[in-house]
């Protein structure tokens, strides 16, 4: 799985940050979601998954 | 008009639709027939105006998110219900389209980031205990709304945002002015205004004597040049407006409800799992839905969308709490399951303008139902549910008191 973001879409709500915590961060000035990892672990690809699912701004594309 | 269109015209339904007698937890009937038929109906709102409405929770998703589907409340054809037009000038951004939203957004996302409610954590249990203790204190029986409910989520926003919680009768009022619909649209108007007067007059302060929270954090933007005063204070109204009303209303309501689900009160009461009650938060947001009205959003371009043509300049109505009961999305969806994964709820809205402040909903909800569950494991309502004032005319869904005793 490979994670790619868009900050400019992402509206800061958080929920990336939430469900997958070891692959998703956040700005601090402004709550806008960083990487910490482009290649989640094994255990990791589900809230990845639901991640992208929830995100409100449609922030987060997974190649898989 | 030919008479073939007057005769539709007048088979259409009035939105918004009454919810149903003794079922003060499910909304409008009507409405939820048109999700098990419709994707796409036209209603006809109380102006005479028939935007369009779309039912299912796919759909709403994906308009919501949609970049040709326009929430900025100056765009003609923008959908009113209930309401009249509340002046230009106390526009703050969820009534914007990007980029300007973005911009005026971005400024205030800090505070509510996951790192900083963690941060806020100890204070929120801090607000909820001594609520409590006042509340045991007390008269009993006792209104949860006034004892509980609200001076939870305004102690917290007052405290986030700088403002003197000794000026919560004056806001408290305004904002329940802002949030009920009215025949006169001068009542919301008034009260807005009022609230901006009263924000615009904090800024001004902490331009001089800047102290901590967000409105000193934007009064710092505004000696940067990076904001106007006015965009400020509107912004400040906008926070403590929806950090109380919102936050209030689901502590109560999400309390009454469980009180109406016996075997689901249990499932908290008996759990010291934090995962279980974030899982209950999640459902009870879904459930509950208490936006009411629906987003509200105007097409900017014609939108093909399930075999029909929404045309540029024609409003368009999301009812959340109607997508939250689609089966598609959540099985048996009438039914309030806190045990479900009910995460992908609508309940926030989706797209750009999704609740700011739902992290922080979120903690105050999880702090004040697991405390007022555990130190008063014996509270219960004290009058029979068909005595209880549901807010049927304002914005955000509740009850007006909530008796209960312990």
Known sequence: MHVIIDQDRCLSSGQCVVSAPDVFDQREEDGVVTLIRDDPAEGSVDAVRHAALVCPGRAITVEE | MTAT????????????????????????????????????????????????????????????????????????????????????????????????????????????????????????????????????????????????????PSLVICELLGVPYEDHAFFQQNSNQIVRVSSDPSVPRSA????????????GRMLDDPGDGVLSGLAERVKAGDLTRAEAAQTGVLLLVAGHETTANMIALSTLALFEHPDQLAIVRGSDDPTLINSAVEELLRYLSITQLGRRRVAAEDIEFAGRVIKAGEGIIFPNEIANRDPDAFAEPDRLDLTRDARTHLAFGFGAHQCLGQPLARLELEVALTALNRRIPTLRPAVPLDKINFKHDNEVYGVYELPVTW
Not at chain 2, 8 to 22: C, K, S, V
Not at chain 2, 95 to 108: I, K, T
Not at chain 2, 110 to 115: I, K, L, N, S
Not at chain 2, 124 to 136: G, K, N, S, T, Y
């Open chain 2, 5 to 152: 269109t007057h005769s539709q015209t007048n088979a259409l339904l009035d939105y918004p639709a009454p919810r149903a007698t003794g079922c003060p937890f499910d909304p409008a009937p009507a409405l939820l027939d048109k999700l098990v038929h419709d994707r796409l109906i036209r209603v006809r709102l109380s102006d005479g105006t028939t935007p369009w409405l779309v039912t299912r929770f796919d759909d709403q998703r994906s308009l919501l998110a949609d970049r040709r589907v326009s929430a900025d409340v100056t765009r003609p054809g923008y959908p009113v219900p209930g309401h009249g037009d509340r002046g230009d000038s106390m526009i703050s951004f969820i009534l914007m389209d990007d980029p300007e939203h973005n911009r005026l957004r971005r400024m205030v996302t800090a505070p509510f980031t996951v790192r900083r409610m963690k941060q806020m954590r100890p204070t929120v249990q801090r607000i909820v205990d001594d609520q409590i203790d006042l509340l045991l204190a007390g008269p009993n029986p006792a209104d949860l709304v006034e004892g509980f409910a609200l001076p939870v």
């Open chain 2, 192 to 203: 807005l205004a009022r609230l901006f007067g009263y924000l615009d007059d904090l800024v």
